[in-house]
């Protein structure tokens, strides 16, 4: 087996470091933000919006209190629709005869980065 030189270990063991570090940060339960989230947040202005539907009439909504409603819904699917000049990306509902929650790309990213 060739000898390793010096350097070499050393950028090694900064590695070894660097890689236990993230593992024991993940044990404790810290997350590490991603960094394409960070990036399209920066970049995209839509506000997070949510709007609840029924019968044809749709009511902007709180987003914390949309977000526990979406949850709840057995499918939250991609679907684009202007609701009061908001243009929505995302519809959940348990069915076609239930409310649906519409939500902005940003109310779902939200969503899904706030737990719930």
């Given at each position: ?97 239930t409310i649906k929650y519409h939500l902005t790309d940003n109310a779902y990213r939200y969503c899904q980065?706030?737990?719930?």
């Amino acid at each position: 087996m060739p000898k390793l030189s010096k350097q070499t270990l050393n950028v090694i063991n900064i590695s070894l470091v660097l890689i236990s570090s993230i593992l024991i940060l993940n044990l404790f339960g810290f997350q590490i933000p991603n960094l394409g989230y960070a990036i399209q947040d920066a970049i995209d202005t839509e506000q997070a919006t949510c709007f609840a539907s029924y019968d044809n009439q749709a009511s902007e909504i709180n987003l914390d209190l949309c977000c526990q409603e979406a949850k709840k819904q057995l499918s939250c699917i991609g679907n684009k629709q202007v609701i009061s000049t908001v243009e929505t990306d995302v519809q959940c509902s348990t069915g076609t005869t239930t409310i649906k929650y519409h939500l902005t790309d940003n109310a779902y990213r939200y969503c899904q980065n706030n737990y719930y």
